[in-house]
């Protein structure tokens, strides 16, 4: 099922029998539902007409074509509310405080502004008390990998960012400013990055197509004293390590006992199974469109070489097909099509399968539900959605609040767990493995785990003060600066 949309079209169709009825019977053919029907202009010849239409987006154009196609019937106009909540932009900055006289002035610009440049000039660490820098992520894109999408440029990748930076403020209340860079070149992109890095506590990395979003991120976290994170490599690993954990427990396997086969070794694919290794499966076989990647094998891809040397134990060759028999656990970030049901039925007992791929699985939820225990999609309309919603506001929270220099792997895994623990052990079930987006319960628990998971492992630069006892049973450093 194709996510909805609401429209309304104005017509305009001469008036004789049977006229608005072809109209109405012609949306309903497109998949369209007429919700709402309201006469603008009658006249002797013509009416005009707003016609309300939920309609899957889908089939958007398809409607529109086949009533122009109408005779004695014009599409006057389009008023489309998915375009009407973007004009103008979805976010916008304000102040503060307001500057109501003289004196207000003075305290925020000229002269007393000078007083904190200096105070930050003695003490550059001060930037993250007394400027924006505390609280503040710069979400940046290229526009080479946006959503389904793919090479769009960073023009029409800007309403995605937007709306990633709406998610920050309202789900995390983190304040986050999207940037599209007009340039695909590597080195230019890593140098515009560390040029305003001056203004943001993290950089999060977005839609930056594979495999340079991997020396993109590794580049800013080695050169960077910031958080840096690519979302889609690493928000969709640890959203799917979350819902693979609670799924386990589901049919009651051990993660150290499991076969896991992921399909689609881009970005995403890579990330997880950096997670899965990280989370103690020993048996794991990538696989991308050249089959399985093979231990002893070059690649041209340095992260396919890295991934040999870890991953595929028994040495398995071939496609798909080739490698599922007897997989606990299937991980798809490819695309549609990939999985068929006769591969389904290949798998071990009580198969897992997270068809990720969006807006269409690697296969049909439909026809694979009769043949799994736990389905798993990217899509908002079946159950167990992985949604890289769940993890990044979370993180990048607790990220900001303890001044973490990066974001590692533990922290990254301690932020599955923590996503996971949301679903209580009796809430458990095979439609029930990871929570709602909107949880107000996960931010917080996210939040959580990424800080102690900073303290622990030696990153934080900072302190919260309800992680004070923590800090001194792992005998972390806590000078003054970090507790500030």
């Not at 006992?257 to 689609?264: F, Q």
């Not at 769940?390 to 533990?410: H, Q, S, T, V």
Request: aromatic share 4%; with cysteine.
């Amino acid at each position: 099922m194709a996510a909805l949309t609401s429209i309304i079209i104005r017509v305009e169709m001469e008036k004789r029998p049977g006229a608005f009825s072809e109209v109405v019977s012609t949306v309903s053919a497109a998949g369209g539902d007429v919700v709402a029907i309201d006469v603008i202009r009658g006249g002797k010849e013509k009416t005009t007409r707003d016609i309300t239409v939920n309609i899957p987006e889908t089939a958007y154009q398809k409607v529109l074509d086949d009533l122009e196609n109408l005779p004695g019937v014009s599409v006057l106009h389009v008023s489309d509310r998915t375009f009407l909540v973007h004009l103008g932009g979805k976010i916008r900055t304000a102040p503060t405080m307001p500057i109501k006289n003289r004196d207000d002035l003075s305290r925020v610009y000229t002269p007393g502004v000078a007083r904190v440049c200096m105070a930050i000039h003695e003490r550059p660490r001060e930037a993250f008390a007394l400027t924006i820098k505390r609280n503040t992520v710069a979400v940046v894109s290229d526009g080479t990998a946006v959503l389904g999408l793919g090479d769009i440029g960073p023009h029409a990748a800007m309403p995605v960012m937007e709306g990633k930076a709406m998610l920050f403020k309202q789900l995390a209340d983190v304040d986050a400013f999207p940037i599209c860079l007009d340039t695909k070149d590597t080195e230019e992109i890593i140098r515009t990055i560390k040029a305003i890095s001056p203004g943001f506590g993290g950089i999060n990395l977005e839609d930056i197509s594979s495999p340079r979003c991997f020396e993109i991120e590794q580049r800013l976290t080695e050169e960077l004293e910031i958080p840096v994170f690519h979302d889609d490599q690493h928000g969709t690993a640890v959203v799917m390590m979350a819902g693979l954990l609670n799924a386990l427990k589901v049919v009651g396997k051990q993660v150290e006992d499991i076969r896991v086969v992921v399909v689609g070794v881009g970005a995403a694919g890579v990330s997880c199974c950096k997670m899965l290794l990280a989370s103690g499966v020993k048996d794991l076989i990538a696989v991308d469109r050249e089959g399985a990647i093979v231990p002893g094998q070059t690649y041209t891809n340095d992260m396919w070489n890295w991934l040999a040397e870890r991953t595929n134990p028994n040495r398995l060759e071939g496609r798909l097909s080739d490698v599922i028999p007897g997989a606990d656990v299937f991980i798809g970030v490819s695309g549609p099509g990939v999985l068929k049901v006769e591969d389904l039925k290949k798998m071990a007992e009580d198969p897992i399968v997270f068809a990720m791929a969006n807006p269409e699985p690697e296969i049909d939820p439909e026809l694979a539900e009769p043949h799994v225990r736990v389905l798993a999609t990217g899509r908002s309309d079946y159950p167990n959605q992985i949604n890289n919603v769940l993890c990044f506001p979370g993180i990048f929270r607790g990220a900001l609040d303890c001044r973490a220099r990066l974001i590692n792997e533990e922290m990254k895994l301690a932020a599955s767990r923590a996503i996971a623990s949301v679903i209580k052990d009796e809430e458990l079930n095979e439609n029930y493995i990871i929570p709602s987006i909107f949880n107000d319960k996960v931010v917080e628990s996210v939040r959580s785990a990424v800080i102690a998971a900073a303290i622990e492992t030696g990153v934080a630069r900072r302190v919260p003060r309800e992680f004070r006892s923590l800090c001194d049973y792992t005998g972390y450093g806590l000078s003054d600066t970090y507790k500030r």
